[in-house]
């Protein structure tokens, strides 16, 4: 018996998650629920996806779109939430998914953990591509001919477009190998930090964190699971499941997978350019789900914030990281904001990983400086309140 109350599913329609629903159909744990979340820029939409592992494995289906007047609706409830800036947008729709799914279960699992674990993101491929590219092309050529040029590529508000990720790629490249997949990730380099907190000179980046392991691909991983996923993903599904009183579950997370699939030679787990290649083999060989869904693209679970920043909701953000930015943040230089809101709005350089970390932090300031401002009247936080009964 898998649980003694009602689960579910927190469906996107990719590997990770579809696995989990097959397993617990195949478990004969008896009518379960799936969830999803969509929008409605085509690009960004998984819930087709979803919708066609449902119909295989047999679950009743629920899903709802997310908007860009849903996200403006939900920035106060997350800025009352959040005990820290947090600067993953996907926590707005992860946190909507939740609270769907909480109207009908009180558990549900999900598929976080499994690229973290089995090698599923974008930047186990670009590792060798990195390599070669360094190769080829000088870093004079690189910063002087190669990094201008890629502005003259045409951006596109659609999901991951060409000129974002070949920008990504090339931050990542002529740097120590110890600290590409950081790079990529991170929202800003370390240059551009430099530029906007010019009186905090003294930041240095730690090029020596991952160097435990010579390969690469394990490299890669260990960062992957020492940073990413416990101070990203697992806080924002932590975050986003609590507000609506739902425990979510990550089956790929159990220790005694983690350390086995962590003892396999990382070939067993991206392969020629398959990304978690065992698994994919794992669940085609079980019979699981049709081959045309395990060997998909990867999607990845992302709103559309460079388009709302750019046309829905362009003054909306403007007003928040441009003309009310918070006077506590004054350590940051403001002629660098806006020249990047500039690069962004007038489509030079798609910056809304940059203008969302500051979107993120402005709003949090603004939070907690009005929570300051109210914390001796009735309105007090939970902790608080609680405090305050038990004294």
């Known amino acids: 018996m898998l649980a003694d109350v009602p689960i579910g599913v927190l469906l996107s329609g990719g590997l990770d998650s579809s696995t989990i629903a097959s397993l617990i159909a195949r478990s004969n744990y008896g009518p379960f629920q799936t969830f999803s979340i969509g929008f409605e820029e085509a690009s960004f939409d998984e819930t087709e996806r ?101 502005r003259m590529l045409s951006d596109s508000d659609k999901y991951l477009p060409l000129s974002f990720k070949v920008a990504r790629f090339l931050r990542g490249t002529h740097v ?125 679970f992302a709103m559309p914030v460079a388009r709302w920043m750019r046309v829905e909701l362009q003054s909306y953000f403007r007003e928040v990281v441009i003309d009310a930015w918070p006077p506590t943040l004054d350590m940051f230089d403001r002629r660098v904001i806006q020249r990047l809101w500039n690069e962004h709005t007038n489509r030079v350089e798609n910056r809304y990983k940059e203008l969302w970390a500051l979107f993120a932090l402005a709003q949090w300031e603004n939070f907690r400086d009005r929570y300051s401002a109210t914390e001796s009247s009735d309105v007090l936080p939970f902790q608080t309140q609680m405090l305050r009964r038990t004294a």
């Open 176 to 300: 120590p190998e110890a600290i590409r997949t950081a790079r990529w990730m991170a929202p800003f380099s370390p240059e551009l930090l430099r530029e906007l907190t010019p009186d905090l000179r003294e930041l240095q980046t730690d090029e020596e964190a991952f160097i435990s392991v010579a390969n690469a691909i394990d490299r890669s991983l260990e960062f992957f699971q020492r940073t990413y996923l416990p101070n990203d993903i697992l806080v924002k599904m932590d975050r986003a499941s609590m507000m609506h009183s739902l425990e979510v579950r990550s089956p790929f997370l159990d220790t005694a997978l983690v350390t086995y699939v962590n003892s396999l030679p990382s070939n067993f787990k991206f392969r020629k350019g398959v990304q978690k290649h065992i698994l994919r083999e794992a669940v085609v060989r079980g019979k699981l789900l049709p081959e045309n869904i395990v060997r998909r693209r990867k999607q990845g």
């Open 50 to 150: 979803a919708a066609e592992v449902a119909r295989i494995v047999g679950s009743e289906h629920f899903a709802r779109t997310f908007t860009a007047s849903e996200f403006v609706r939900q920035v106060p409830i997350l800025s009352a939430s959040l005990d820290e800036p947090f600067a993953d947008p996907s926590i707005y729709p992860t946190a909507v998914l939740c609270e769907l799914a909480a109207e009908h279960v009180k558990v549900a699992m999900g598929g976080d953990g499994a690229d973290e674990v089995f090698a599923g993101y974008g930047t186990f491929a670009a590792l060798k591509a990195a390599r070669w590219y360094e190769r080829l092309v000088p870093g004079f050529v690189h910063r002087n001919l190669v990094q201008p040029l890629t």
